[in-house]
């Protein structure tokens, strides 16, 4: 009995026990809610609930990383938004500037404004936020822009993590908002000189029919004729000779070009006399256009001048430059030394080279008491010459004396005295402007005054007359004999070089912009194929988007001690030279490769032509600039000692000589691919510099094939109203800059010469304020983009999480109904088992009897 008892006992506990524990299990998901508690439990389940479990961690990291991310574009958004608000009002004191109403008193308070505005803007670019700047780039802890717009920081693209390998960015860079690139805009370049209908200005000597009508200035249109463009001293329409149009620029492939024609001015019906339109087809053609395709447009804007655009937007390489002249030449540095008669469509305040030896007095065709000489004389400074200017400051060095030659002007009757006059010259070392100007009066005699006006020496012979009365007034279109020539000799009466051509004539033979301690290019070179601004690591050949074998680069310039210089950049067959004058008369010159900067010993070699990059071009630059500074030696070195002028010493030396230059010197390109040279030893620097082809004026037909230049570097050049490449606190310097001045337009200046001769003006200010306006809408929008994308990954998300926990639930969640219904089971049982463990427990051996 006592083992059955033990037995019994024995199992009743272990199935209480058992219960027990199934009770606990099924009280504890019921308190947890969970099917497990530690993994050994179930090792699948608890498996599957670490992964689910991942993926809720990364939602909600994705949730908050959106959430800041879309915090960061809607602050940028308020910003740009109140940078719009800016914007407009800015555009409305501008239109208002637009009208030419205004004293210079409004148009300053006007300007004051808009520098109120455009600081605001500015202020709104630096905007900081939790101490981080929102357009900075990457450097958000830099503030971005300076007071003169220049930027700080990059144009790195910050990104959010929002989903497993998907990062998007969620900042807009100060580059891309203020200094980027609109690939659907197109370039836009005008002339700036204002062509008038010449026949409605002077119609007492143009215009036979209307003599007597009021002079009108009226601007020219494509509708007129050829010959009120570029006027006539009669009003016979038949005898005019033809005119020869020069025009040099670039297509929008980047390759240069040139390009000589002929137009009719003479025409006997006015129905069929050349119109300026015909003018303007032509210049289309010589970019490429056709019957069947265009690539330009070219019209007349509403002040006469011309205006191209490339028709295929977010190209940057057109470029123009036209003169006219009642002469056909193969050379056009040689139309003012045989007394052509020139007409201009642009003008810069570039100081140019002294490239010509001889000059020829020019008949005005309004009035004929005048004959101006066709140049300007602008001093080493840059400014007009006037009467107590000295002659030394104004001609060029290898002249020491001015020779003077003509014929008589009218006698006192008003006759013609066709007699030649002795030549005299004239010192140039010890004598002023006004000297010469008594020195002419004296020696011509008659009834002549000679006077300088914008930087133009004007005789005037008070004895011409007019054919339409016998008194002294207009119109004084009478006889005149009078004739005048200059040329600059040297002390062996040879002519030399010593006078600089019209600032309105000249292309690219002119000097870069002082600007203190540096000199600065206005041409930006223009990767042809990218459209991009070139950069240190840039080809020459990819800016000219051809060969430039064969074509050599002149550099005059004044180096950094102020010595006179000229040097050559040759790029030929074997390879890329620097050519320094020897400093040792007769010895040659230096003849400096420019080395491969790739090569490693002992293999050394020439850069070829079209490897040059614009370091190279810049360092070359630089070693000129520097050319009084390093020893004679040091140059004879540097052109190597080895037959083929390479060697590891050769290019050890040009190293060092680079090395000088770089300790006074610095040679770079801007943001703007402009080159820019800087004297890091003076405040004032003493160089000037200017780099242009040998054969730049070259129109022969060999020339005009070659299309050379096919780089250029500072140019007397078309004035750019837009770009699809923005550079906006310069630009809006520009529009508060016209406004002050009240330039309303290009030539609004008149005959002043200075920086504003370059000045696009209020009205085509309008059009490049529009594309600024649009870039910073088109952010605004790309800004809202990023927004929308986080506010629907954060929506996504929260989806997803939730997803995620229902699945969760069900992996890893107990069903608390089925698990309470086995609790009570459980318990039943568990207290059926406490019952009869109990009855057994009572029960004694009596019980058994």
Wanted: net charge negative; no cysteine; charged share 25%.
């Amino acid at each position: 009995m006592r083992v059955t008892f033990g037995t019994k006992y024995n199992q009743m506990d272990y199935y209480q026990n058992t219960l027990q524990n199934k009770l606990n299990d099924a009280n504890t998901k019921i308190a947890s809610g969970l099917k497990i508690k530690y993994g050994y439990e179930d090792s699948s389940v608890f498996n599957q609930n670490l992964k689910l479990e991942y993926d809720v961690h990364g939602l909600n990291q994705s949730i908050d990383i959106a959430n800041d991310a879309n915090t960061h574009t809607l602050n940028t958004d308020k910003s740009l938004s109140e940078m719009s608000k800016a914007l407009d009002n800015f555009k409305t004191k501008l239109i208002h500037a637009g009208n030419d109403i205004h004293s210079p008193t409004s148009r300053e308070a006007i300007a004051n404004d808009m520098q109120g505005i455009r600081d605001h803007i500015l202020s709104i670019a630096n905007t900081s936020i939790g101490g981080e700047y929102i357009f900075a780039g990457s450097r958000v802890n830099i503030k971005p822009f300076n007071d003169d717009g220049s930027y700080n920081g990059n144009n790195a693209k910050l990104e959010a993590l929002i989903a497993p390998d998907m990062k998007n960015a969620y900042n807009i860079n100060g580059e891309e908002l203020f200094l980027s690139r609109d690939l659907d805009k197109h370039k836009i370049i005008t002339t700036n000189i204002k062509k008038l209908n010449l026949s409605k200005l002077y119609p007492s000597i143009m215009d036979k029919n209307n003599k007597t009508e009021v002079p009108s200035e009226v601007f020219i249109t494509s509708e007129d004729t050829l010959r009120d463009l570029v006027g006539d001293n009669d009003n016979d329409t038949t005898n005019d000779s033809k005119m020869f149009f020069y025009l040099r620029g670039k297509r929008p492939d980047g390759t240069s070009f040139k390009s000589k024609f002929a137009l009719d001015v003479a025409f006997s019906n006015n129905q069929n006399a050349t119109r300026v339109s015909d003018l303007l087809q032509k210049i289309g053609e010589a970019y490429g256009n056709t019957s069947q395709n265009q690539v330009v447009d070219v019209r007349l804007n509403s002040w006469g001048q011309i205006e191209i655009s490339e028709i295929k937007p977010g190209g940057s390489n057109i470029d123009f430059h036209l003169i006219a002249a009642d002469a056909d030449v193969d050379d056009v540095n040689t139309l003012n030394q045989i007394g052509a008669k020139v007409v201009n469509f642009q003008k810069s305040p570039y100081l140019g080279d002294f490239s010509l030896s001889k000059i020829v007095g020019i008949k005005n065709n309004y009035d004929a008491r005048y004959t101006t000489l066709p140049v300007e004389f602008i001093t080493s400074s840059n400014k007009y010459a006037q009467k107590d200017t000295k002659l030394s400051d104004i001609f060029g060095i290898e002249a020491t004396k001015i020779e003077i030659s003509g014929k008589s002007p009218n006698n006192t009757n008003g006759n013609v005295v066709d007699i030649a006059i002795e030549p005299f010259t004239i010192d140039i070392e010890n004598n002023s402007v006004e000297d010469l100007l008594k020195a002419i009066e004296g020696h011509f005699g008659g009834n002549i005054r000679a006077e300088i006006s914008n930087g133009k020496i004007n005789i005037i012979d008070d004895n011409v007359g007019s054919l339409e009365n016998d008194e002294k007034e207009p119109p004084f279109n009478g006889a005149s004999g009078f004739a005048i020539t200059m040329r600059t000799l040297d002390n062996d009466d040879i002519e030399r070089k010593a006078i600089r051509d019209s600032f309105q004539s000249n292309y690219d033979k002119t000097a870069f912009l002082n600007n203190g301690s540096s000199l600065i290019s206005n041409v930006s070179q223009i990767n042809a194929i990218s459209g991009e601004y070139a950069d240190d690591s840039t080809k020459l050949s990819e800016v000219a988007n051809k060969s430039l074998v064969g074509e050599t680069y002149i550099m005059k310039l004044k180096d950094h001690n102020g010595i006179d210089v000229e040097a050559k950049i040759d790029l030929s067959e074997s390879g890329a030279f620097l050519i320094l004058p020897n400093r040792i008369s007769g010895d040659g010159n230096y003849r400096i490769p420019l080395y491969n900067p790739h090569d490693r010993p002992p293999n050394i070699s020439i850069t070829k032509a079209d490897d040059v990059t614009y370091r190279q071009i810049l360092d070359a630059i630089a070693i000129t600039l520097n050319y009084s500074n390093p020893q004679t030696q040091e140059f004879l070195n540097a052109q190597g000692n080895t037959s083929d002028g390479v060697s590891e010493a050769g290019k050890k030396a040009y190293e060092k000589l680079l090395e000088m230059a770089n300790g006074n010197i610095s040679a770079m390109i801007n943001d703007e691919g402009q080159i820019e040279i800087k004297d890091k030893v003076r405040s004032i620097t003493n160089m000037s510099f200017m780099i242009y082809n040998t054969n730049s004026d070259d129109f022969s037909q060999s020339g005009i094939s070659s299309g050379n230049p096919s780089l250029t570097f500072n140019a007397n050049n078309a004035l750019t109203i837009d770009k699809p490449k923005i550079n906006f606190f310069k630009q809006m310097d520009s529009m508060i800059d016209a406004v002050r001045k009240g330039i309303y337009r290009p030539d609004a200046v008149g005959d002043n010469y200075n920086l504003d001769l370059r000045n696009i003006g209020i009205q085509n200010s309008i059009t490049l304020f529009d594309h600024l306006s649009d870039h910073i809408e088109k952010n605004i929008a790309l800004n809202g983009s990023y927004g929308r994308v986080f506010e629907n990954s954060i929506r996504r998300n929260e989806v997803l999480k939730v997803q995620v926990e229902s699945i969760k639930s069900d992996t890893i969640g107990t069903d608390i109904a089925d698990t309470y219904n086995k609790f009570s089971q459980l318990t039943n049982n568990y207290n059926a088992v406490l019952a009869s463990t109990s009855k057994i427990n009572q029960m004694s051996l009596v019980d058994f009897l």
